[in-house]
């Protein structure tokens, strides 16, 4: 089963906290998106393994863009 997280609203990666093959845990930071000089921080609602980074540094973002896949189990 997957999970994706997608933007919480429109702004440019600031960074990207994980690596494709981590571990993350619900809850965890896996991204920040800056809007108007606001750093946000997206995190996952599910625990499970990064699959898939789609973003980069600085890619701009429109609400519910794909980031980030996470193989998730249950």
């Known amino acids: 089963m997957e999970y994706t997280l997608k933007a919480p609203m429109p702004g440019l990666v600031a960074r990207v ?12 930071e ?12 997206c995190s996952t609602e599910k625990a499970g393994k990064v ?5 980069g540094e600085w890619d701009e973002m429109d609400v519910d863009t794909p980031m980030i896949v996470l193989e998730i189990s249950n």
């Open 17 to 28: 906290v994980v690596n494709e093959g981590d571990i993350v845990t619900q809850g965890q």
């Open 30 to 41: 896996l991204a920040v998106i800056n809007c108007m000089k606001i750093e946000i921080s």
């Open 51 to 55: 699959k898939q980074i789609l973003v």
